[in-house]
């Protein structure tokens, strides 16, 4: 490793041709050659450039001296050191460089990655991922986790609620009823976006709001499905009617019987 004083001319920050930054210039050594560094750079390194000479911007390099070591064989540069001790902080060029390439191989790792999608999701009916929206009443938020967490494992995209509506005793809307309607509506939406719509009838039950986006999800040809096994409609006879939040059966598209006494 060789050092040589180096006198810094002409460095200036110039666009390259793929939106990024050139350093522009080039060192003057002592013994008389002169080092073009036209490096394509962040911010971090110019930070750390102008550090090295203790100055704010970069032109005011121009016509400073410094100390550089490099590889003899390749006079790549290892390091850039102030001439004098008081004047600045040392720039270690390898260590960023380093540094650089391996955020860069990160990244090109992370884009392959989303571009490659796990080969067991390929081999599987769940790629591209369903998206399935979860509803039910807020007092089973439990429930909301459970589920959750059980789908996003085989892969399933999971809209959920953002806000537990209900107070700790679930005797009102701890919102307020204007903002407790807005949030229905808003999960309405979350129903447009789903592939599939999963009712959380924990214990059976299923209240108003959740009425109402069960109704929705079926009027929108949505795909049905309940957490809960449901029960046998006491006119056709199929198994498919959940039970309403007042204790009756909700509509049944087989036989046309809406909220019929269970």
Not at 201 to 225: F, H, M, W
Request: aromatic share 10%; glycine share 8%.
């Amino acid at each position: 490793m060789e050092r040589e004083l180096a006198k810094c001319v002409g460095f200036d920050l110039r666009d390259d041709d793929h939106n990024g930054l050139t350093l522009a210039g080039h060192f003057e050594y002592e013994s008389g050659f002169c080092q073009g560094l036209g490096y394509s750079v962040n911010i971090d390194f110019v930070m750390w450039f102008m550090r090295v000479f203790g100055v704010t911007r970069l032109q005011d390099v121009n016509g400073k001296s410094c100390w550089v070591t490099y590889r003899d064989d390749s006079r790549n540069i290892q390091q850039i050191y102030p001439l004098h001790r008081k004047d600045g902080v040392p720039f270690d060029v390898e260590a960023w460089a380093y540094a650089k390439n391996a955020m860069a191989a990160k990244l090109q790792e992370e884009l392959s990655a989303a571009n490659n999608p796990p080969k067991a999701w390929l081999r599987s009916s769940n790629y591209p991922p369903k998206i399935v929206c979860l509803c039910g009443s807020t007092r089973f938020v439990e429930a909301f986790f459970d589920e959750g967490w059980r789908l996003t494992l085989e892969g399933v995209i999971i809209l959920s609620i953002g806000v537990c509506k209900h107070a700790k005793d679930h005797g009102g809307e701890a919102l307020g009823q204007d903002v407790a309607d807005r949030l229905d509506d808003l999960h309405l939406r979350k129903i447009d976006l789903a592939d599939e719509v999963r009712i959380l009838n924990v214990g059976g039950y299923i209240g108003p709001s959740t009425s109402r986006e069960l109704q929705y999800a079926i009027d929108k040809g949505k795909r049905v499905t309940f957490l809960e096994p449901l029960v046998d409609c006491k006119v056709c006879g199929i198994k498919h009617v959940p039970l309403c939040y007042c204790g009756h059966l909700l509509h049944c598209p087989h036989c046309e019987q809406a909220c019929i006494k269970a």
